[in-house]
């Protein structure tokens, strides 16, 4: 597609329940990033696929978190058993070699 | 550990003056800065950037400049007008490669007013 595309836009999910939000990046893209911005705060890196080698997990911040990217191109953040603390704007970005990348417009996470 | 911080968290500026907008860093092993505008319910887009082998980088409007032994950036915005009005959110890479992640300030609002 012509751009980054997140879904769902919008989610809404009760304390303890699983979610899944899902990251189409641009075709031909081989680097995939998942950032999230709680409120006020500035963007949280939280993993980074690039081809095929071993993710950068280093900023999910519980292994509540997990990430997948299949064949390269979609990527599914799932959030096990969510808190209150999890509802943020989870944004997803892609890149080619070059240094800026291209964001969605990002899932709005809320945890209630 | 705020790596990448942005002090000022709103700046107001007039129509057609000048916007700057401030962003320091401690991570000496930073070697390459960008600079993204945000608008409500949209993803960050890229503005402009620099590596840290250049002090000046120019993209029309915008001019970011890095002071490296000072470990600060600023991007500058002449004219501003009022479709700037944003969340400009500074970013910072090390390492020296293309890919990896970046290390965001929290973010400075700017208004511009007709």
């Known amino acids: 597609g012509a751009g980054v595309s997140q879904s769902p836009s919008n989610k809404v999910t009760e304390k303890g329940k699983d979610v899944e939000l899902r990251c189409d990046p641009i075709?031909?893209?081989?680097?995939l990033y998942w950032y999230r911005q709680s409120l006020g705060q500035g963007l949280e890196f939280l993993i980074y696929f690039q081809g095929n080698s071993a993710p950068d997990k280093s900023g999910l911040p519980s292994d509540r978190f997990s990430a997948e990217r299949t064949g390269g191109s979609v990527s599914t953040l799932t959030i096990q058993r969510t808190q209150q603390e999890d509802s943020a704007v989870y944004l997803c970005?892609?890149?080619?070699?070059?240094?800026?990348?291209?964001f969605g417009s990002g899932t709005r996470l809320t945890v209630v | 550990d705020q790596q990448v911080k942005q002090n000022s968290p709103s700046l107001s500026v007039q129509e057609g003056r000048i916007s700057i907008l401030n962003c320091d860093y401690t991570?000496?092993?930073?070697?390459?800065f960008l600079w993204y505008k945000k608008y409500p319910a949209e993803g960050p887009t890229f503005l402009i950037s620099i590596s840290s082998i250049k002090d000046k980088n120019e993209d029309g409007r915008f001019t970011v400049f890095l002071n490296k032994s000072a470990k600060h950036l600023s991007l500058h915005i002449v004219p501003s007008q009022p479709g700037d009005s944003a969340v400009y959110f500074c970013?910072?890479?090390?390492?020296?490669?293309?890919?990896?992640?970046?290390?965001f300030g929290q973010g400075t609002i700017l208004t511009v007013h007709p």
């Open positions: 075709s031909g893209h081989t680097a």
């Open positions: 970005a892609s890149s080619t070699r070059h240094y800026g990348y291209t």
């Open positions: 970013a910072a890479r090390a390492g020296g490669t293309s890919y990896g992640k970046l290390t």
């Open positions: 991570n000496s092993m930073f070697d390459y």
